[in-house]
Structures are given as C-alpha cells and as structure tokens.
C-alpha cells in the first residue's frame, strides 16, 4: 500500500480507514494495518467523531484582527468569557447572563470574530417559579433577536421564602451555546490562566 495514497486520503482528506477500504476495494483492517506500518498518525476518537460532525471543515472560521475596533471586540469577547464563561464544559463555548446587552455584545465577538452563524447558536433559560417562561422567552427571544426554536426547555427553580434572593430578575439567565470543542479550546488557550 503507498504511503502517500494513505496520506492524502487519510491526513489531507480527512477519510476514515473504512472510507478509504471501500474506496480501495480492502479491508478495514489492511488499511489500519497500512496506516500504523507507515508510521502515519492515527486519530483520536473524538477527533474522528469531530471530522465526521463537521465533514467541510471547521464551522467557525477565525478572522484576522486588522482594526482598533476589532481589537475591541476581541479583547472584549475574552474577557467575557473569562468572566462569565463556564470553562468546566469540555465541548462546548458557554457564557451565561442576566444582561441582554452583555449577551447581545458576546454573540457579536462570535460573529465577527469568528464567522459564527447566529442560528447555530442556542439558548438556555432558567427562571424562579414565580416568573412566567412565556413572558421571559418573549423578552429574550426580543432582546436577542433570535428564534425561540432555539431555545432548550426553560429550567425553572423553585423560588423560596426564606434566603432567597429578593431582587430576582423575571427574565431569568440566559446561557449562549455554541457546541465546538475545537472553539471551546481555542478560547481557553486564549484566556491568562
């Protein structure tokens, strides 16, 4: 088996050893073997399970920072993040807030920074029980200019009389979701940790 045939297919392509056996007309397992005498890595699984969700590529692409206002907008994306991210979730990029212009400011750093597309966001929305999800849905789905199709079920806490916190916001948190590792790492890598 040729090295470099394996090597387009595999590393350039992006093929999978059973797309390459079939487009060969092998085994799966002559093609593995192949792979592993030719010195050529191999893919974690959850890398050939990424290649598989995202066949054209990354979904996010990282533009050049070339403005004193796009300089902004980065310096000001990270620092949300940093802030109000949640960085314990390995496989996806959230940030959660009480603040519809803080969010709104956070969907811009995605969108201009990285060619995010606003319908491949989503969007959880968690209330006390003394608000109404229908109200709280409308004023994101307004604030935000988004679908409410894109939003997860509302999480409703149950609201308590005794320590709880009195100046509750009726509109709840919301959390933006962006579902990439790739993405997710990249902006970890980013943050003075």
């Not at 297919?9 to 005498?37: D, H, P, T, V």
């Not at 070339?66 to 996806?92: H, M, P, V």
């Not at 959660?96 to 990285?114: A, H, S, V, Y």
Request: aromatic share 12%; net charge positive; charged share 30%.
């Amino acid at each position: 088996m040729d090295k470099d045939i394996l090597v387009e297919l595999y590393i350039s392509e992006q093929k999978s050893a059973k797309e390459i056996a079939r487009r060969l007309g092998c085994s799966e397992n002559k093609i593995n073997y192949w792979i592993k005498k030719h010195g050529i890595p191999k893919r974690s699984i959850s890398e050939a399970v990424y290649i598989s969700y995202n066949p054209n590529g990354d979904p996010f692409l990282f533009k050049e920072v070339k403005t004193i206002d796009q300089a902004f907008l980065y310096g000001l994306g990270l620092g949300l993040y940093w802030g109000e991210g949640t960085k314990a979730d390995k496989s996806s990029v959230r940030l959660g807030n009480t603040d519809p212009e803080l969010i709104n400011k956070f969907i811009e750093f995605l969108k201009e920074i990285f060619a995010i597309k606003k319908k491949d966001l989503r969007f959880g929305l968690q209330i006390f029980s003394d608000a109404k999800p229908s109200k709280a849905l409308d004023f994101w789905s307004k604030k935000l200019n988004i679908s409410k199709s894109q939003f997860y079920k509302v999480v409703i806490t149950k609201s308590g009389r005794i320590g709880t916190y009195r100046k509750k916001n009726p509109n709840g948190v919301l959390t933006v979701y962006y579902h990439n590792k790739k993405l997710r790492d990249l902006l970890i890598s980013k943050l003075p940790l």
